[in-house]
């Protein structure tokens, strides 16, 4: 007795997926980076500066937050090691409400 063979569909392999999704995340992220730099006029929220902008999550993805450019802002790169620092602490939850308070 003989079975007649089916060929089955090839699943796409995991690694291309995963690199489809990457790029697809870095796409959007790179969206919402210059959204907020656009929103910020380009300028640091902390102290105004003009030079060496990131863009910093205002509540973290690894507490919730989201890529959404409600939750990000425009700091300078003295600004935002500050912030990962903890000499810089920002309150507020999103990022029309987000206030700054040097840590002396």
């Given amino acids: 007795m003989s079975f007649p ?3 089955q569909p090839k699943a796409a392999p995991k690694l291309i997926k995963k690199r489809k999704a ?3 995340e870095d796409k959007a992220w790179r969206k919402a980076r210059i959204a907020v730099l656009d929103r910020d006029k380009h300028v640091c929220r902390a102290c105004g500066s003009k030079h ?3 863009v910093h999550h205002v509540v973290m993805r690894s507490l919730g937050g989201s890529d959404e450019a409600e939750n990000l802002i425009a700091l ?3 600004c935002h090691q500050s912030v990962h620092g ?3 602490v920002l309150h507020g ?3 029309k409400t987000v ?3 040097w840590v002396k």
């Fill in 5 to 7: 063979l089916v060929p």
């Fill in 22 to 24: 990457k790029k697809d």
């Fill in 86 to 88: 903890h000499v810089l």
């Fill in 76 to 78: 300078c790169r003295d």
């Fill in 99 to 101: 206030r700054f308070t």
């Fill in 93 to 95: 939850s999103t990022a």
């Fill in 52 to 54: 060496g902008l990131d």
